[in-house]
């Protein structure tokens, strides 16, 4: 498995990032689902990493940098290749871009549910811990808040 970053113009990419928002958005509340799409994944601050074997696109993840803080987005992995190991690499991956941008602190927000529950457990293994709302968002039923000291 090969991780790099991301072309955000290459049609397996932009597909993945569209299959995951759509899916984002199909098992959370409007207001509540904060996918990104392929538009605001090119914000400044956005690393976007994907993970490859050969040509094939295994999956994406994300990394929004802001001084000693940030906030892991769009993490995905086609659904062929769920269970192998992309998730975890594309996580040690971002967690890597976050350190050596100086961060200090790592946040995520994801939702509940069954859907989420394979997301919730990966980043437990990698020593995340459940906390509060960080950022913008607000508190509510549906959103799980988590952090890792790096």
């Known amino acids: 498995m090969e991780i790099r970053a991301a072309d955000l113009d290459d049609a397996a990419v932009r597909e993945l990032v569209r299959f995951h928002h759509a899916n984002m958005q199909s098992m959370s509340p409007p207001e509540f689902s904060f996918a990104l799409d392929i538009d605001k994944l090119r914000a400044p601050g956005i690393h976007v990493l994907a993970a490859y074997d050969g040509p094939e696109l295994l999956g994406i993840g994300a990394v929004a940098v802001s001084g000693s803080e940030a906030e892991l987005k769009s993490m995905r992995t086609v659904p062929a290749n769920l269970r192998s190991g992309v998730g975890t ?52 039923d549906f959103n799980r808040f988590m952090r890792k000291d790096l």
């Open 89 to 140: 690499a594309l996580l040690k991956a971002l967690v890597a871009i976050a350190r050596d941008a100086g961060v200090r602190m790592l946040y995520l927000e994801t939702g509940t549910g069954a859907g989420f529950e394979p997301a919730w457990q990966l980043y437990l293994r990698h020593g995340f811990e459940p906390c509060g709302p960080f950022g913008d968002y607000g508190e509510s």
